[in-house]
């Protein structure tokens, strides 16, 4: 299979395949130069001499033997070391999509990037725009914007906005600026701040260009020029939504964070006002998208606000892209206790209508070590299992890998979730390809 890579679209073996055949066609022709110099050929030397004015009859021939011997074997040199160079580095069994994924679309700089889109909010869907982030692919982020709680609720409520925390998050997650501004952004006032206790900077600094500007669209723009973003960040709708969610008792809870306070379990979610739009930005991107993710996060509060507005899952299902489900390492106490990866999924499927759009979905097989899963537990937090085979009986296919940070919380590490991310991306074909206009 990895052999087939080799007729992939900015390889360039074809070319140093030419290159060779160029070569040896000179050698042959030169070598029987030499070892043939009179014959048919003595009528076009005297045609050369007389156009010329030269008598190069006794050693022309010759001559241009050994120059078209030495030429083609230089070119069959260059283009076998070209070839061996290729050979090793695609068809190894040992060289990761990932890897030849990014030389491809490094080499191919005259093909439109990947289109990725990123769907979800909190730290998940920053965790992975980290990650994807350093490979050259034109991102998209479209966060949830139903947070009410904290920094991002306070300001909601005070300057009737959408909250900027998630926001806030992406924005910084795909930043190139200074270390210093991240940290500046991310900056949140102690607890003895009268006014400002509890706020972050970042949110603040939003708050107050969307102010000046007038619109929120508008300031996040313009902070992401300020903290030179590598991609967009696009609110999933233009005005801040209420989550409602329906427990298992009948129960009716509104607001997100009184929605994962109560102590029922959920059985549905949705969002008010039930009739709002999404962002004709976030939609346009996910039409456009070569490869849309969703997740990881928490799906009652960061995934499932996305994916219930009309018009945003549609757009999704719709779309021909690979599109990629994450599954979270752990599970959220009351919002997904002992839910497996499989559960996961369906909770999704459910309020997708149970149409299935997803091709893959990413599970995490590594389990944190035993005094982290100690100190989850008390939390009435668990690992969140691989039930592989109901995965695959949904209609999607599971990539499970080892993707957890080292540190002492049980998160993926960015960098090993784009690796899988960039892994599926390249067993699923997407190649660069010939470009096209784009809707």
Aim: one cysteine or more; a neutral charge; charged letters at 20%.
């Amino acid at each position: 299979m990895n052999l087939l890579r080799l007729l992939l679209p900015g390889t360039r073996i074809k070319r140093w395949i030419l290159v060779g055949v160029a070569g040896m066609l000179c050698f042959a022709y030169g070598f029987d130069l030499l070892l043939s110099p009179t014959g048919p050929r003595e009528a076009l030397w005297r045609v050369w001499n007389t156009l010329t004015g030269l008598d190069m009859a006794p050693r022309g021939p010759r001559l241009a033997g050994i120059v078209l011997a030495v030429v083609g074997v230089g070119l069959v040199s260059w283009g076998v070391r070209r070839l061996i160079r290729a050979f090793t580095y695609i068809a190894n069994p040992r060289t990761t999509g990932r890897q030849l994924l990014h030389a491809l679309l490094e080499r191919a700089a005259d093909t439109p990037r990947l289109h990725v889109v990123g769907l979800g909010g909190g730290t998940g869907l920053s965790t992975l725009l980290r990650g994807l982030k350093v490979y050259p692919l034109d991102l998209t982020a479209v966060v949830t914007v139903s947070d009410d709680g904290g920094s991002s609720g306070r300001l909601r409520n005070d300057l009737n906005m959408p909250p900027p925390g998630d926001i806030r998050n992406c924005l910084v997650a795909l930043a190139e600026a200074e270390p210093l501004m991240e940290q500046l952004f991310q900056y949140r006032f102690p607890a003895n701040s009268q006014g400002l206790d509890g706020h972050s900077l970042g949110n603040l600094i939003i708050a107050g260009l969307r102010d000046m500007t007038g619109d929120f669209q508008d300031a996040i723009r313009e902070v992401s020029r300020v903290l030179a973003v590598r991609g967009r960040v696009l609110p999933s709708a233009e005005h801040a939504l209420v989550l409602r969610a329906v427990m298992a008792d009948g129960t009716v809870v509104e607001g997100e964070t009184a929605i994962v306070n109560h102590p029922g379990t959920i059985t549905e979610i949705s969002v008010n006002p039930p009739d709002v739009r999404p962002l004709p930005e976030a939609v346009t991107a996910i039409r456009n998208a070569d490869i849309i993710i969703v997740g990881p996060g928490s799906v009652y509060s960061s995934l499932l606000p996305n994916l219930v507005i009309h018009g945003l899952a549609d757009a999704i299902i719709a779309s021909p892209a690979v599109k990629i489900f994450v599954c979270n390492v752990m599970t959220q106490p009351g919002e997904t206790d002992a839910f497996t990866a499989s559960r996961h999924l369906e909770v999704v499927l459910d309020h997708l209508g149970r149409r299935n759009p997803f091709d893959y979905v990413v599970v995490n097989a590594q389990k944190p070590a035993d005094e982290v899963l100690a100190l989850y537990a008390e939390k009435g937090q668990c690992f969140v299992e691989p039930d592989l085979a109901r995965i695959r009986a949904q209609g999607s296919q599971p990539v499970v890998a080892n993707l957890l940070a080292a540190t002492h919380l049980a998160r993926h590490d960015h960098e090993k979730l784009a690796r899988c991310i960039l892994e599926i991306i390249a067993d699923a074909g997407n190649w660069p390809s010939v470009p096209t206009p784009r809707g």
